[in-house]
């Protein structure tokens, strides 16, 4: 029979707090349903046993006598309260059939476990048939009558589970039939993923699926903090959280601690939900309240709009200091000092305000847009300034600020320093003398006023209307001057303007001339511009050839192929392979490939060739870059290799450069190598300057994207297209006969006098260090090619650029002497180990360098007059070459 203790009855049970939700079964005071055969029961007390020392009344039946036995146990209704799948659990004891004396065949160890899901809490009957089968229990170990003696209970627990539940609730049946069983405790409960917080985001408490699926939980951002990637996690079977996926961020002004975000403390701050933590406030800014994303600034500081939240405020710049003038009859040059404070800034730009005072005692007025500022009037990133078109005889006050990125926002006036200027007066009228057909004497009287001893005198002059195409400018000491080789029946336009040693004054008024109709015309030199091409086109030209010479121009020769023959070596083209095009010239592709002679090792090579279609001057002009090349061995000068001709295309081999020309690789390096490693390049291209010098060889085109750098960075000279040769003649020059000069590496002298010497290729190297030190910078920036000419006809030259040792500026003022005649030629590059003017000097830089120290530091030097010798120095700590300047002469 079954008996249980004190009428009771198998309830559902309460939600515990652990991570596993449970509905646990338990024991009441209210009776407990039992149907044996098909009857409903009041079951009466039952008996007491012992478990693990703990006394319990159990619910049991041992009805292992007759047959057929049909028992059931039926709990209340049990609501599912959202769970999909539902464990129980079951303590039960179990008697060993064999250890029941006298027990026929009908003694059973097992017991069936049933469930019906149902929307009502309240059915009485269940009919057998619409019960779902759970289970068959067995014991893992059942008790003899041995351990009834000693009432000890072996007890015996088992876990079934049910799942894809959809109703509000169930009943769990137990249906014994001949079994002697005890049941301890029904448990019945579901698991959950607890609430959590991963990541910043929170998700909630999630009921596990119905099967052994994962549930995909979007999380919520915690308090002050968002979505930085969609946040999921993924709820298990068993009742835990895997897989984080995405995150959230902390919002500005706020930092995570621990699973929260938390605002910033005063005096922090963080500007980006990316940031991690809060920053302290920049220099000259503070936070006074909690939660700040940004720092005020301090009063007389600022921020401006597109500074970084994290960078210091900063206020606006001093005024300039120690203005300088140098003036000429048009024009003004004007320098200073950088501000004594730029406020904590490095976007200090100037800008130039211009007053014109007519005299003494009278306002004076803004200067209006006559003036022309070169290259600009405000913006300026170098301390130096042309200011041209300027009125004779006048007053000027010119007041140049500074100002950086958060001058605008200051209300206060800009701090300024102010250089008065008075400008002298022009020439007075051009007097015609007489004129013939081919030939205008000019006459004029000086300025009255002037600045300075008058040095020359100026003659511009230009077909009428033909201005912007062609002018001719002469130079003379007196006060009149002859003018020949005019077109017969032609009207010129004359203008005339003093120097003195401060510069140039203003051109006269001009006057037209009409040369005399009569006579043949005799020819005449003029010089055709374009503003508008980087080189300008001259048109006509003569050269005077006397003297002996070491190289031997190709045109001199009656067959010029028989100059290549002798300067040119010729190749089999089953000795090259092209790889690939790297540019494209005047006459063809550029490309790159491999050479391989019989009994030579291979070796990589630019190859030239000639374009199809070309003409047999064509082929003349493109081969005769060889013929010159081949006459030339110096490691500064480009290698030929030799030629393709007599098979198409027609090729020039040259040596392969790695790094392409020096204007391209120093832009895409900028500001990667040392002033010692800059110095090493200038000194490589003025060694072989001077090889070419030394040759009565004058460049014609020296440009940084006409020097070449290779592996090593050896700089060599290259582009032979606009080279000509110069005589032992020391007055010898080569005047051109057609081809584009490049206008910003060109001296004034030879476009003035279309005149090129070695000291003009001085000056263009000058231009090159300028480029080489300012990292491939183009020169003069945008200023047009006229105006190029008028600034350095004024004076201007190039100011030194950014971080510019001084001694390498003085050097490229000492390259742009303006007068031919003094302008210094290629020295001698001097080894320390050979003859020295000045060893101690040179021991005492190698001694700076060792120690560390740049050339800014080096105080010895002396403002220098003549070219530097660049002289090579090896350093023991690495395998570049470190290269010093010392003077040719001292002072």
């Not at 005299?359 to 003036?371: A, D, H, I, K, V």
């Not at 600045?451 to 020359?456: D, K, L, M, R």
């Not at 700089?715 to 003649?729: A, I």
Request: glycine fraction near 6%; include cysteine.
């Amino acid at each position: 029979k079954l008996v249980l203790p004190q009428n009771v009855i198998l309830q559902s049970c309460a939600i515990s707090n652990s991570g596993t939700e449970q509905l646990t079964c338990h024991y009441d005071n209210q009776s407990f349903l039992v149907r044996v055969k098909e009857k409903e029961l009041q079951l009466q007390t039952g008996s007491e046993m012992k478990a693990d020392g703990v006394k319990s009344y159990l619910p049991n039946l041992c009805n292992v006598m007759e047959a057929n036995q049909n028992n059931w146990l039926r709990t209340s209704w049990i609501p599912r309260d959202g769970a999909q799948r539902v464990y129980i659990e079951i303590k039960f004891t179990l008697r060993d059939c064999n250890s029941l004396p006298g027990v026929p065949g009908t003694c059973k160890e097992t017991f069936n476990m049933y469930y019906y899901e149902s929307n009502n809490s309240n059915l009485w009957i269940i009919k057998e048939n619409q019960y779902v089968k759970i289970d068959t229990i067995a014991a893992d170990e059942s008790f003899t009558q041995v351990d009834v003696g000693d009432r000890v209970m072996k007890l015996n627990t088992e876990v079934r589970d049910i799942g894809l539940l959809s109703k509000r609730g169930f009943y769990l049946a137990f249906q014994d039939v001949g079994a002697c069983i005890a049941l301890v405790s029904v448990r019945v409960f579901y698991k959950r993923c607890p609430l959590t917080v991963r990541n910043l985001a929170q998700f909630p408490n999630t009921v596990t699926g119905g099967d052994s699926a994962l549930v995909e939980v979007h999380g919520s951002c915690v308090n002050n903090s968002e979505e930085f990637e969609n946040p999921k996690m993924y709820c298990s079977a068993d009742g835990g959280w895997l897989v984080p996926i995405g995150r959230c961020i902390c919002k500005p002004g706020f930092e995570e601690w621990k699973d929260i975000c938390q605002s910033c403390r005063p005096g922090f701050y963080k500007p980006l939900a990316m940031d991690a933590y809060c920053m302290k406030c920049p220099p000259y800014s503070y936070s006074d309240k909690e939660g700040a994303s940004e720092c005020v600034c301090e009063k007389g500081y600022y921020r401006a709009e597109t500074d970084p939240k994290s960078m210091a405020c900063t206020r606006p710049p001093s005024a300039p200091e120690n203005p300088i003038s140098v003036i000429n009859e048009t024009s003004v040059i004007l320098e200073w000092s950088p501000p004594r404070e730029n406020g904590g800034r490095g976007d200090v730009t100037y800008n130039i305000n211009c007053r014109k005072c007519p005299s003494e005692g009278r306002m004076c007025n803004p200067c209006g847009s006559g003036l022309h500022f070169i290259p600009r009037q405000s913006g300026l990133i170098y301390t130096k300034v042309l200011v041209t078109d300027l009125q004779p005889h006048t007053n000027y006050i010119f007041d140049i600020e500074a100002v950086n990125g958060v001058s605008d926002l200051n209300s206060n006036p800009r701090p300024y320093i102010s250089e008065n200027v008075t400008t002298s007066q022009a020439v007075n009228v051009i007097l015609k003398e007489r004129k013939s057909k081919d030939s205008i004497t000019l006459a004029w009287q000086g300025p009255e006023r002037t600045n300075g001893a008058i040095v020359e005198y100026e003659v511009i002059y230009y077909e009428k209307n033909q201005r912007d195409q062609n002018y001719t400018v002469l130079k003379t000491k007196s006060n009149s001057m002859r003018v020949d080789g005019l077109k017969p029946g032609t009207t010129y336009v004359f203008r005339v303007r003093a120097r003195t040693d401060g510069g140039y004054g203003n051109y006269g008024g001009e006057i037209e001339l009409e040369t005399n109709h009569e006579g043949v015309h005799c020819g005449y030199i003029k010089a055709k511009q374009d503003p508008d091409e980087e080189k300008m086109q001259f048109q006509h030209g003569r050269v005077k050839l006397p003297g002996s010479r070491t190289y031997i121009h190709p045109h001199t020769y009656e067959d010029p192929n028989q100059a290549v023959r002798d300067f040119a070596k010729e190749i089999d083209a089953s000795c090259i392979r092209i790889e690939r095009v790297i540019g494209a010239g005047e006459f063809g592709e550029v490309c790159s490939g491999r050479l391989k002679l019989p009994s030579k090792r291979e070796i990589f090579v630019a190859i030239k060739s000639l374009k199809a279609g070309y003409s047999e001057k064509q082929r003349r002009d493109f081969l005769s870059e060889a013929s010159i090349m081949g006459q030339f061995d110096h490691p500064n000068i480009i290698r030929l290799e030799g030629v393709v001709t007599k098979c198409k295309p027609v090729m020039i081999i040259t040596e392969y450069m790695e790094n392409g020309s020096l204007d391209s690789f120093l832009k895409k390096h900028d500001g990667q190598f040392t002033v010692i490693q800059l110095v090493g390049m200038l000194r490589g291209i003025a060694s072989g300057m001077k090889y070419l010098s030394d040759m009565n060889y004058v460049h014609r085109d020296l440009a940084a994207r006409n020097i070449l750098v290779n592996g090593n960075l050896v700089c060599k000279v290259s582009d032979f297209g606009l080279s000509r040769v110069l005589e032992d003649d020391p007055e010898a020059a080569y005047t051109t006969r057609g081809g584009k000069i490049p206008i910003r590496w060109t001296s004034p002298e030879a476009i003035a006098y279309r005149k090129f010497t070695s000291a003009s290729d001085v000056w263009s190297y000058g231009i090159v260090m300028w480029e080489v030190i300012s990292y491939g910078e183009r020169p003069y920036w945008e200023m047009s090619n006229q105006d190029v000419i008028k600034a350095i006809d004024e004076g201007y030259r190039l100011p030194a650029p950014m971080d510019c040792p001084i001694v390498l500026h003085q050097l490229m003022l000492d390259c742009w002497e303006k007068s031919r005649s003094t302008a210094q030629v290629w020295p001698d590059c001097q080894h320390p180990g050979q003859t020295n003017p000045q060893p101690k000097q040179l021991e005492a830089i190698s001694q700076q360098f060792r120690s560390g120290k740049t050339l800014q530091s080096i105080k010895f030097f002396k403002p220098m007059k003549k070219l530097l010798i660049l002289a090579h120095h090896k350093s023991l700590h690495t395998s570049l070459s470190a290269y010093v300047l010392i003077s040719t002469s001292s002072k």
